[in-house]
């Protein structure tokens, strides 16, 4: 009688396998996340320096400083719900009319949890925002984690690997850069216009980074019991749709 190793086939082995990575590294993303909760709520000297030199440092730098502002205000405002929603729902609907449902149910899913996800937790550590003197800008609600940064990481993450099959050439290349420099922009700009601390953004980077590889493998795991490759997340989550991709 075989091993039950054995009896795996080398597919299911290769699976077996990456669903042990995806599970090693969510947790891995995790770990940093639930480090920032405990400095926040343990109200840690070192990071409230962090937090409070960045806030004042960025905020003398663009209250002088109109032009600044607005280009910063411009950035934000890519990055929030209304933006989001302005791209998403054509695209799932797009997905639908393509005959793509199960990556129309990843997008939809993934990204509208997110915001769940980003609720629930603010809700949980209930952080106040900054208080500055002269503020150039306001925002409502808590503090922590940074929404922007939470759906700037998952956004740009589910659009490249949902579209990443339909790209060739440099665009495989510059869609990536383009990805990496306005999740960190949408950051930044959070921080220099008063409205979030540094670790409120990075907290919303690591808990977006581990949704989405949360989601990515069961979005995996579910084509393999379609009878699918498993997914690549270098390669896109359905490279062999490529041809429904591409517009």
Do not use: C
């Not at 280009?71 to 005959?99: C, E, H, M």
């Not at 220099?192 to 989405?212: K, N």
């Amino acid at each position: 009688m075989g091993s039950p190793h054995a009896a795996l086939s080398g597919p299911d082995r290769r699976f077996g396998a990456r669903s042990l990575l995806i599970a090693v590294a969510v947790v891995l993303v995790a770990v940093p996340f639930l480090l920032l909760v405990l400095l926040v709520e343990s109200h840690s000297s070192g990071l409230r320096g962090i937090d409070n030199g960045a806030r004042d440092g960025l905020h003398s730098l663009a209250v002088h400083n109109r032009m600044l502002v607005r280009l910063l205000q411009l950035i934000s405002l890519s990055g929030s719900t209304l933006a989001w929603t302005l791209v998403f729902v054509p695209v799932t609907a797009w997905l639908l009319w393509r005959r793509l449902p199960r990556l129309a149910a990843f997008v939809a899913i993934t990204v509208v949890a997110s915001s769940l996800l980003d609720n629930l937790v603010k809700s949980l550590v209930h952080r106040a925002r900054p208080v500055l003197p002269d503020p150039v800008a306001h925002a409502g609600g808590q503090s922590f984690p940074s929404g922007h940064a939470q759906a700037a990481i998952v956004g740009y993450g589910v659009l490249l690997l949902v579209f990443l099959p339909a790209l060739h050439g440099a665009w495989r290349r510059v869609a990536p850069a383009v990805a990496v420099v306005m999740v960190l922009a949408i950051g930044f700009s959070r921080v220099a216009l008063g409205v979030h601390y540094v670790s409120d953004v990075l907290a919303g980077y690591v808990l977006g980074a581990a949704w989405l590889i949360a989601m990515t493998a069961a979005f995996s795991a579910w084509q393999v019991e379609r009878g699918r490759p498993a997914v690549r997340p270098s390669e896109g989550l359905a490279p062999e749709q490529a041809d429904r991709l591409t517009p």
